[in-house]
Every structure is written in structure tokens, then in C-alpha cells.
């Protein structure tokens, strides 16, 4: 399965409508604040909180982490899909320069490669840059 990666669009060009899955991942990405990130899991388990709320608990769960990247890839043209990462902090392959630009526009902190680190990408520092969906922990330490 591949990465998530920045769609020109908001959706797939088939004409039909958006699923319902992707539209509330699409909705949870565009929560989460300038800055910080979620990565494919948490957008997952944010997503079943909010479906075992919603059903009390009855139903099997939508999707995970795959899902949560498909949904990304097909459909995350018109959110910041680059707040919506792997969890090792790596740079989504192929979009590195584009999401770096994104991510030094909005401070969201980096880990800038060592021993020389020529040529190599940073990588997201998830310790200070993920967002737990909590409401006022938008600013990061």
C-alpha cells in the first residue's frame, strides 16, 4: 500500500461521491492545528473514539492506519496532508521539499539530520510536534 501524498484534488475525479470515511478523515486533518501533527494511527483511534461514542461502542471498527493513509492519498489535496505523517517522523517519500516547507513555515519542530546530515532530510520531532486532539494543546514546547 503506498503513502499518502498531496492529491490535486479533493477527490479521486470518478464523479462519485466522497466515502464517509475519507470525509471524516479529511475533517480530522483539518483540526489538527498549523504546527503539530497527527500521525495515520492517531487520526485512526480519533476516529473510532468518535465512532464508539457516536454507537456505544456496538459495530466493528471502520479503519486504521491504511485506511487513514489511503484516505489521505486519494482524497488529502485540499487539507494539510502534511500534518498527517508516519509515526517515526520521517518526510512522506517524494514530497520531502514540499512538506518542508510547509513544516519550517509553521514551526512545526524538526530534528535536523546529524553527523553532517548533507544531502539527508530532517525528520519531524513527534515528541514535540504531535497533537493529541486535546483542546489547548495547540502550542507546542
Known amino acids: 500500500m503506498s503513502e499518502q501524498s498531496p492529491a490535486d484534488d479533493a477527490h ?5 461521491a466522497l466515502p464517509e ?3 471524516r478523515v479529511l ?5 489538527i492545528p ?4 497527527m500521525t495515520y494511527g492517531d487520526v485512526a483511534e480519533w476516529l473510532e473514539d468518535e465512532r464508539r461514542e457516536r454507537t456505544g461502542g456496538a459495530g466493528r471498527p471502520e479503519g486504521g492506519p491504511r485506511q487513514v493513509g489511503r484516505a489521505m492519498a486519494l482524497y488529502g489535496g485540499a487539507v494539510p ?7 517515526d517522523g520521517a518526510l512522506l517519500p517524494g514530497h520531502e521539499r514540499h512538506a518542508l516547507d510547509h513544516y519550517r513555515a509553521e514551526g ?11 544531502g539527508r532530510m530532517p525528520r519531524l520531532d513527534m515528541r514535540r510536534a ?6 489547548g494543546t495547540e502550542g507546542h514546547t
Open 12 to 16: 479521486d475525479g470518478s464523479g462519485d
Open 21 to 23: 470515511y475519507a470525509e
Open 27 to 31: 475533517e480530522v486533518a483539518e483540526l
Open 34 to 37: 498549523s504546527g503539530r501533527v
Open 81 to 87: 496532508w502534511w500534518r498527517v505523517v508516519r509515526a
Open 108 to 118: 512545526t519542530p524538526l530534528k535536523e539530520p546529524g553527523g553532517g546530515g548533507r
Open 130 to 135: 504531535r497533537w493529541d486532539g486535546e483542546a
